[in-house]
């Protein structure tokens, strides 16, 4: 056993407004593919329009949670943020759209979590899941950094093995 502290970035394409990603999967093959015993794992998305949460991952649970999130900001709202060119003029780049009510409500749920791993399983409830929460109103291809901190096995897997397992296919070695 040694302590170590491995890193990977996973890649998405999410469907665009509403919809969620479970990547629980994922998340428990980085702590097999690195023969993890025991420790943290930090899960962040590197968005401001995404986020990531521990939750059910359970439909009307999203349709609740997306309603009451645009009640706090409807997406047909007047926003300052969208008024690109004319009163907007910082933080712009080319393609910018108009997403101000995606911005406000990604501030009332995390950017990461941070699960507990223990004999080499995530420590968890029943239902917990690791979910990404798309905002935005259009597809995106999204990043979520994955930090694995604590006790690995000797035998530890090298950076270039893989998993058997099609949700690898979306690991990029970083």
Not at 3 to 15: D, N, S
Not at 33 to 54: D, F
Not at 78 to 96: A, M, P, S, W
Not at 146 to 158: C, K, N, P, R, Y
């Amino acid at each position: 056993m040694h302590q170590a502290i491995r890193h990977e970035m996973l890649k998405f394409t999410t469907t665009g407004r509403r919809s969620v990603l479970d990547l629980t999967d994922d998340i428990t093959l980085l702590i097999m593919k690195y023969r993890m015993n025991a420790g943290v794992v930090h899960i962040k998305a590197t968005h401001t329009t995404a986020r990531v949460v521990e939750q059910e991952n359970e439909p009307m649970f999203h349709e609740d949670l997306f309603d009451h999130l645009d009640r706090l900001a409807p997406p047909d709202g007047d926003y300052r943020h969208d008024k690109i060119g004319t009163l907007r003029t910082v933080n712009v780049c080319d393609g910018e759209c108009e997403n101000g009510w995606a911005h406000i409500q990604a501030t009332y749920l995390p950017s990461s979590v941070t699960i507990q791993v223990s004999d080499g399983e995530r420590v968890k409830g029943l239902w917990d899941r690791v979910l990404l929460f798309e905002l935005d109103h259009r597809p995106r291809e999204r990043n979520v950094s994955v930090t694995l901190i604590g006790i690995f096995d000797d035998s530890e897997t090298s950076a270039e093995s893989t998993v058997d397992h099609p949700a690898v296919s979306k690991v990029v070695i970083g």
